[in-house]
């Protein structure tokens, strides 16, 4: 599949590795409304048989958030629009049965960091910050904190959003925004080695445990095994269950049938 320019963002596949790259970077790539709709349309062009999804940015910031150069003396029904499409995007990223690894070379900010919070991976260079600084200019970053206050909890949250103050690639990791924080030079490496990992494993096994993942998050115990137990039940009767199942007692390397 050849490289596709779609507005601002393009996609590449490289093997079985999707990468949906931000290209604006004299813009910070900023998630303007245009923007957002190309992120979607990329998202939903990822062919069926990629097994990941890197979301990648180009330039120095990953994405300073959302455009505040086309936000001011708008009518109402371009904000309602704006913020429905920006929601629309990071629903994108979880409904896309691939892992999506946010690969983050420069600064995230505001509906940026609210972007790596979306993705089910992130790996950053250490000179990645990052922050939900809205409150600075009178816009509370209200839509940021849904993915950001799931992956740090209540109180880390509320201390980005109520003080606007950045916080390193090596505090992300302890907080747990994102995975992994690597010198900058390693930075294509780590997430390479992370999208083989992932690639090495059953597609179809991968795209069963992102969608019972998310269909359970955020739901009380009981609910959540009512949501995964048919799950584990149905992915147990598969193909490739059963061989991998096999392979374990006959001490052997697998062979996935739905990966050749």
């Not at 983050?104 to 940026?112: D, E, K, W």
């Not at 490496?189 to 597609?203: G, N, P, Q």
Request: proline content about 5%; some cysteine; glycine content about 6%.
């Amino acid at each position: 599949m050849a490289a596709m320019d779609i507005d601002g963002v393009t996609l590449e596949l490289d093997g079985r590795t999707a990468t949906v790259t931000l290209a604006r970077p004299d813009r910070r790539n900023a998630l303007s409304l245009d923007m957002l709709q190309s992120v979607i349309k990329a998202l939903d062009s990822v062919p069926v048989d990629a097994g990941v999804v890197v979301l990648a940015a180009e330039g120095k910031a990953f994405s300073a958030g959302h455009d505040m150069k086309e936000m001011i003396d708008r009518p109402g029904q371009y904000y309602d629009d704006l913020f429905d499409t920006c929601g629309r995007m990071m629903a994108a990223i979880h409904a896309l049965p691939q892992p999506v690894i946010a690969k983050v070379q420069g600064v995230a900010t505001a509906a940026g960091c609210q972007l790596v919070a979306s993705c089910d991976l992130a790996i950053a260079s250490e000179a990645a910050w990052f922050a939900t600084p809205g409150v600075s200019i009178g816009l509370f970053c209200s839509t940021p904190m849904v993915p950001v206050s799931r992956a740090v909890g209540h109180k880390r949250a509320m201390h980005m959003l109520l003080t606007g103050d950045p916080i390193s690639a090596e505090t992300a990791v302890e907080w747990g925004l994102i995975n992994r924080a690597v010198p900058a030079a390693e930075l294509d490496a780590a997430v390479d080695e992370l999208a083989s990992k992932i690639l090495s494993f059953s597609r179809q096994t991968i795209v069963t445990g992102k969608r019972a993942y998310w269909s359970q998050a955020e739901t009380p115990e009981s609910a959540a095994y009512e949501i995964t137990t048919p799950i584990m039940a149905g992915n147990a009767a598969r193909e490739d269950a059963q061989e991998g199942m096999r392979a374990f007692l006959d001490k052997r390397a697998p062979v996935w049938p739905d990966n050749e």
